[in-house]
């Protein structure tokens, strides 16, 4: 079970302003190709936008999230799938899938060999995991920007203030194959992503990246935001929104012998 507390998700302005998150998950859900009957394991499925896009197709899902705000926001939601509240590093399920699917998730969670330990197990003989989450140098013109002004205020920068993993397709898809994978699909590309109107970079910032500023007061943390937007203008905002550089990674691992139960 998961501990109730240092909930940073807000799970109504994730719905409200974060939505593309969702959306682009769905072409995701094509490459999971799920079947009627098939039981599902959603990894971070947020507020269960994808898990019922799932169920829609006749497949028996299970969404799982670390934050409670996120799991209660789709319990509401969509009364007939289940959804609990589980860290991807501390899943027990054991040969219960016939799918992992896992979307815009797997970048918040460390250690990720602990992770891929615990999704291989849970799959039966056979059974598939896909995911995309970011991959190397995702939204790094931003986070580099960041990080550069907060050294700028005469403050350091600690590793652990960066709450994300993002490998690339050599990283990752050795540590699958040493979770016991075969990896069949690999893929690292660019997904400019628009962040709606004026207040677009601030709001992503404040949504996700509140770790960065972890140490620093709320009116030094707001003045690095605003030079953040100044510097970032004239790369990231055009046409009335600014665009992310996102960068994703995409892969497929088929789990064909229990060597590592
Ligand atoms: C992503 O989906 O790549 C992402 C989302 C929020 C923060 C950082 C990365």
Redesign the pocket.
């Known amino acids: 079970m998961v501990k109730a507390v240092n909930d940073q998700w807000n799970a109504n302005l994730y719905d409200q302003s974060h939505s593309f ?1 969702s959306r682009y998950g769905k072409d995701l859900v094509q490459l999971l190709a799920p079947r009627e009957k098939e039981k599902i394991l959603d990894l971070g499925c947020g507020t269960g936008d994808l898990a019922y896009k799932i169920w829609t197709l006749g497949a028996n899902v299970t969404g799982v999230d670390k934050s409670i705000n996120m799991v209660e926001q789709a319990r509401s939601k969509y009364e007939d799938i289940t959804f609990d509240v589980k860290d991807a590093t501390e899943l027990e399920y054991k040969e219960e899938f016939d799918a992992v699917f896992s979307n ?1 998730t797997l ?1 918040w969670v460390k250690p990720p060999e602990k992770a891929l330990y615990c999704i291989y197990r849970s799959l039966k003989h056979d059974g598939r995991f896909v995911a995309e ?2 991959g190397k140098g ?2 790094q013109t931003i986070t580099n920007e960041i990080i550069s002004e907060i050294q700028a205020e005469g403050m350091e920068f600690k590793e652990i203030q960066f709450p ?1 993993f993002y490998p690339s397709i050599g990283e990752y898809t050795t540590l699958m194959e040493i979770a016991g994978f075969r990896v069949t699909y690999a893929e690292h590309y660019n997904r400019p992503t628009k962040l709606d109107g004026e207040q677009g970079l601030k709001n ?1 910032i404040k ?3 509140g770790q960065l500023f972890s140490g620093i007061d709320e009116q030094q943390k707001q003045d690095i935001i605003s030079r953040v937007e100044n510097n970032l203008r004239e790369v990231l905002f055009t046409e009335g929104n600014w665009h992310a550089d ?1 960068k ?1 990674i995409r892969v497929v691992g088929k789990k064909e012998a229990n060597i590592n139960l």
């Open positions: 998150v815009a970048h989450f970011g995702n939204v994300w992503w949504m996700f990246g996102y994703r």
